[in-house]
């Protein structure tokens, strides 16, 4: 069992030290001991669990009555107050409808980036402000550091969950009033430290995926909403190999569910990968083999950039992601505009996937990113 952290310094004197902090808290075990946290330096806690889904028929694949009852017992074992706030009107518009169009247009979007820069730190900051908050705080293993307008996005501490890849279209403003709490502990000892409370949700599992699609298969649920458009899968010379099921259920470098098998003329054990999407056929392109150089990258473009505090400029040389859970890859900044972003990167990148998002690092700083065109 990990070893629970040293005592937290003593709460600072009621007056200058002490803040209105609002902890959107989540359900989960991240979110409570950031509350637990604040509460133990003697800041004034109040807890708001939002709601972003109205989650009619699909109840059971998305838990939120269960998560809110976990919010109220964690509040209550806390002493703090919590109410609950919807933001589903403003999820359905700014994050769901985005999802939507993405995908439609054969993409492959990353809502909760989107989530994180319009609602948790959009229309929860201000609700936030509206209730007196001096701060919001979230769960989020990431970390801030320096005063603005050069305050810097950090990665967090523990490498296994650092999420500053989500957080890199947050602005000067936005950070202005954020506090990551777990930012520098690692998840052992964020449990630890919830057993040590009594906290009930010490060993919930961590929620995976995005809470409107839940644990129900994602061709199921998006069929509800856009419509199924069957064509072939073709390698890149044309032969056809099989039939998909619509373009919107692939993503590059998918190797499962493909259903190829026995292609008179194909290697026989050699894995199959989507390599490409062609619109205007519907046709699925795939290949054959991890390092088909279809599937690999040494320029990555990228549109609508964002920027925690500055741009980087052409030439520089940092280190970037194009999917979350990589290991940083080294490049070079070849172009950046307005509206526009381009890196070479020192080694090709595997499956870049249009629609998510490439994140640039300067060491630990996250300096922002842009969609992958």
């Known amino acids: 069992m990990a070893s629970v952290a040293p005592s937290p310094p003593p709460p600072p004197p009621a007056g200058e030290g002490r803040k209105r902090i609002v902890v959107g808290l989540s359900g989960g075990v991240d979110s409570a001991v950031a509350a637990l946290l604040l509460k133990r330096q003697g800041h004034e806690v109040v807890g708001v669990f939002m709601k972003n889904w109205e989650a009619d028929d699909l109840d059971e694949d998305c838990p939120i009555a269960q998560d809110y009852q976990d919010v109220l017992a964690v509040a209550e074992r806390l002493d703090i107050e919590v109410s609950l706030v919807n933001f589903s009107k403003e999820y359905q518009e700014r994050v769901f409808a985005y999802f939507l169009a993405e995908y439609q247009a054969g993409r492959t979007p990353n809502p909760d980036v989107l989530c994180n820069a319009e609602i948790k730190f959009k229309a929860f900051l201000d609700h936030a402000l509206s ?27 523990d490498p296994n969950k650092d999420q500053s890849y989500f957080l890199h279209r947050l602005n000067q403003r936005q950070i202005e009033r954020a ?28 929620s ?11 061709r199921e ?13 073709a390698t890149p010379e044309g032969r056809v190999v099989g039939r998909h099921q619509g373009l919107m259920y692939y993503t590059l470098g998918q190797r499962q569910g493909l259903g190829i098998g026995g292609i008179k003329d194909a290697p026989e ?9 062609d619109r205007a056929a519907n046709r699925l392109i795939v290949v054959q083999g991890h390092e088909h150089p279809l599937l690999l990258t040494s320029v990555v473009r990228a549109t609508d950039p964002s920027w925690v505090e500055a741009p980087p ?61």
């Open 269 to 277: 054990g050699v894995p199959w990968f989507v390599a490409g999407k």
């Open 131 to 157: 209730l007196g908050a001096d701060h919001i705080a979230t769960g989020h293993y990431a970390r801030l550091e320096g005063d603005l307008p050069h305050r810097r996005l950090l990665k967090g501490l």
């Open 179 to 206: 506090l990551f709490p777990i930012g520098d502990l690692p998840k052992p000892q964020v449990r630890a430290l919830a057993r040590e409370a009594g906290l009930a949700v010490a060993e919930k599992k961590d």
């Open 221 to 233: 649920f998006l069929e509800r909403f856009l419509p199924r458009a069957p064509g072939d899968m």
């Open 313 to 373: 400029q052409a030439g520089q040389r940092l280190a970037a992601k194009t999917r979350y859970r990589q290991q940083d890859a080294a490049c070079v900044v070849e172009k950046v505009s307005e509206g526009e972003l381009a890196l070479r990167f020192d080694d090709p990148q595997w499956a870049v996937t249009p629609g998510q998002s490439v994140v640039l690092y300067d060491g630990d700083a996250c300096l922002g990113g842009g969609v992958i065109a």
């Open 208 to 218: 995976t995926g995005i809470c409107f699609i839940g644990e129900r298969p994602f």
